[in-house]
């Protein structure tokens, strides 16, 4: 298995495709599918465009569908949800389709979705997701970040660095062995810096900083918990976990 790290969705190759590539959005769209996942939710169905969503949700039952928009952080008007892991409660999600749209996430699953096997990746579910690589043993695994608009994200190549981590220490593969590109060492050194102090980390992230002059204190604490879902977001059609 060779592992490739890319900090933003724009910086990978177009002219091939993985056999398993791995979004990344750790604040907060990942964390937030893993949760809905986990609570019981039918599907999580990604758009990078709000009109497109709201016109194929529009099929569905309201009972059956719930529609999540952010834009800059903060909740699109006229949505049922933002993009907080914490609204996503068992109660609110069970059964139910997420249909969701956000500024970046949202942006680098559609921008993988042709390997073969697409996942979705965040600090509370990285357990789940090295489980997977380790069961399947993927020849090229595309990690990918979602970085903001464009630009690195510290809190994204850290939680690839802790995916890489674990599959080196569980396949006992060297750095030298496991890596396809230097993103991927310098993604383990920041992990291996930061792992006791996720949290912090997160704060001195700037999307955590954009975040927390948002009031979404308790969004940063619960995104900075490693390995606390058994759950593994994976497309089943094009743009649907
Ligand atoms: O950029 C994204 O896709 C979002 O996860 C950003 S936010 O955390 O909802 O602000």
Redesign the pocket.
Same mark, same amino acid.
């Given at each position: 298995m060779k592992l490739f790290i890319y900090h933003t969705p724009e910086l990978t190759p177009t002219d091939k495709v993985p056999e398993c590539a791995i979004a990344v /959005?750790v %604040?907060?769209?990942?964390?937030?599918m893993a949760t809905v996942l986990a609570a019981g939710g039918e599907a999580v169905q990604v758009f990078s465009d709000l009109d497109q969503l709201l016109a194929v949700s529009e099929k569905w039952s309201g009972e059956k569908r719930l529609r999540a928009g952010?834009? =800059? =952080?903060?909740k699109v008007p006229g949505f049922d949800l =933002?993009? @907080?892991p914490l609204d996503c409660t068992p109660e609110l999600v069970q059964g139910r389709r997420l249909f969701i749209s956000?500024?970046? =996430?949202?942006?680098?699953l559609q921008r993988i979705q042709d390997a073969k096997a697409v996942l979705a990746a965040a600090f509370v579910n990285r357990a789940a997701v090295v489980q997977y690589l380790l069961e399947k043993q993927p020849e090229t695994v595309w990690i990918v970040g @979602?970085g903001?608009?464009g630009s690195f994200s510290l809190e994204d190549t850290a939680c690839a660095g802790a995916i890489a981590h674990s599959v080196a220490q569980q396949t006992k593969l060297s750095q030298d062995e496991l890596a396809g590109n230097d993103e991927v060492i310098s993604a383990i050194a920041l992990y291996s810096q930061w792992q006791d102090n996720l949290l912090e980390l997160l704060h001195l992230a700037s999307?955590g900083k954009? %975040?927390l002059r %948002?009031n @979404?204190d308790e /969004?940063l604490k619960y995104c900075s918990q490693t390995d606390i879902l058994d759950v593994l977001p994976i497309q089943q059609e094009p743009g649907v976990l």
């Open positions: /959005d %604040l907060r769209a990942t964390t937030t952010e834009r =800059g =952080g903060s =933002g993009n @907080s956000t500024t970046n =996430g949202t942006r680098a @979602s903001w608009e999307h954009r %975040l %948002l @979404s /969004d």
